[in-house]
């Protein structure tokens, strides 16, 4: 928290989910050099242990303002945030957080920022009550003054899903994300072999990341059954399957009804990854659909193999890399991908292409291009 002399113009920065890769995006956000020259202010519910979070440093915000999670009690801390800290804009991270926020600015005048991190999906907006939160949404985008996406693919679902309304094309923005390359590449290794109890010669994947249906981490367990009925062993390949979520309770039931758990080891949330990206022997990411891949991001700085699906924004992170890619959805293929690492599990190719992935996912080079929107919103 900075000191009440801090003079530097206030971004008030609003989330109404403050998990996963929002979580992480307003971390890296908060301590990026090339926004030092503005404090920020986060309004947000206490979600999955936020509170523990920003205790520890890992958010570094001027202030956390705790908020309920409905329209009504966000508007209302946006607008209060507003009247105390006339701030120089309002950024708000997702759509929901953007409709709060809107609202919030039409009343106070300040201008608004809207970073789009997710998808818009038909199954979104079926039936009668579907067609009606599109509208809604729809008109709750004429209000930004400015729309950041973090992917082209992001930024051509939202102009294919509204395009009647005719203001996105001028006023939306690719800045793509990045990450912490320097601490990834600081962090050290994990034994986690040792950890597991498992032999050095198992093949240990990782699946990192929110247990939610856009995940596909049902998927990955049809995979594994598929190897397994092939006469894959535990002592052979190891799932260390890393987050929270809604869906964890029912994915390991389905575990256990499958017969899988031993090839699955389960670790609660983990605030910081690379250590465990640098000791599993590859990723495995069979998302259905992504705003933008940052674990595949931090897995190929990490210098550790990949072995993602073609999905929409997924597949923009791992073009021109060394990541195997598989089609979305698709059980069999990830299987046939996940044999042919397990009998030649090689990163030679991954570590050669650290480089390349240090300058290309770079958070510095992604927030010094967002410099430029934050100076136009002024």
């Known amino acids: 928290?900075?000191?009440?002399?801090?003079?530097?113009?206030?971004?008030?920065?609003?989330?109404?989910?403050?998990?996963?890769?929002?979580?992480?995006?307003?971390?890296?956000?908060?301590?990026?050099?090339?926004?030092?020259?503005?404090?920020?202010?986060?309004?947000?519910?206490?979600?999955?242990?936020?509170?523990?979070?920003?205790?520890?440093?890992?958010?570094?915000?001027?202030?956390w303002i705790v908020s309920g999670s409905s329209i009504v009690e966000m508007t209302r801390a946006v607008l209060a945030a507003s009247?105390?800290?006339?701030?120089?804009?309002?950024?708000?991270?997702?759509?929901?957080?953007?409709?709060?926020?809107?609202?919030?600015?039409?009343?106070?005048?300040?201008?608004?920022?809207?970073?789009?991190h997710d998808m818009l999906l038909d199954m979104q907006f079926k039936g009668l009550g579907g067609r009606i939160r599109h509208l809604g949404l729809g008109i709750s985008l004429i209000s930004p003054d400015c729309i950041h996406c973090v992917t082209r693919d992001s930024r051509d679902n939202l102009l294919a899903r509204y395009p009647w309304l005719t203001s996105l094309e001028?006023?939306?923005?690719?800045?793509?994300?990045?990450?912490?390359?320097?601490k990834i590449w600081l962090t050290a290794r994990r034994e986690l072999a040792t950890e597991l109890g498992c032999s050095p010669d198992t093949v240990i994947f990782g699946f990192l990341g929110r247990f939610m249906a856009q995940k596909g981490f049902r998927v990955l367990m049809d995979a594994i059954e598929i190897l397994r009925i092939h006469g894959l062993t535990p002592a052979r390949a190891r799932v260390l399957a890393v987050g929270s979520g809604g869906y964890l309770r029912e994915d390991r039931a389905r575990i256990a009804a499958l017969g899988l758990e031993e090839f699955f080891t389960f670790w609660p949330y983990q605030p910081d990854v690379a250590s465990i990206l640098k000791g599993i022997h590859c990723l495995v990411m069979p998302s259905l659909w992504e705003a933008s891949?940052?674990?595949?991001?931090?897995?190929?700085?990490?210098?550790?193999?990949?072995?993602?699906?073609?999905?929409?924004?997924?597949?923009?992170?791992?073009?021109?890399?060394?990541?195997?890619?598989?089609?979305?959805?698709?059980a069999v293929q990830l299987s046939e991908a996940i044999a042919r690492f397990i009998e030649r599990p090689d990163r030679q190719a991954a570590i050669q292409f650290q480089s390349t992935a240090m300058e290309r996912f770079s958070a510095d080079r992604s927030f010094a291009a967002l410099h430029d929107l934050y100076d136009r919103m002024r």
């Open 170 to 182: 001028r006023k939306t923005f690719v800045v793509p994300h990045g990450v912490d390359t320097r």
């Open 83 to 116: 009247r105390q800290w006339k701030p120089a804009f309002v950024h708000s991270h997702g759509f929901q957080a953007g409709v709060f926020s809107g609202l919030a600015c039409q009343l106070s005048g300040f201008p608004h920022l809207l970073t789009v």
């Open 293 to 330: 891949g940052l674990l595949a991001m931090e897995a190929m700085v990490a210098g550790t193999p990949v072995i993602g699906s073609d999905c929409v924004g997924l597949r923009e992170t791992l073009a021109a890399s060394p990541a195997v890619s598989v089609r979305a959805n698709d």
């Open 1 to 63: 928290m900075a000191s009440d002399s801090d003079v530097r113009p206030v971004v008030l920065t609003v989330a109404r989910w403050p998990v996963g890769g929002i979580r992480t995006y307003l971390r890296d956000l908060f301590a990026a050099p090339a926004l030092q020259g503005y404090a920020f202010v986060l309004i947000a519910p206490n979600e999955d242990g936020l509170d523990e979070y920003v205790a520890g440093g890992r958010l570094a915000c001027r202030e």
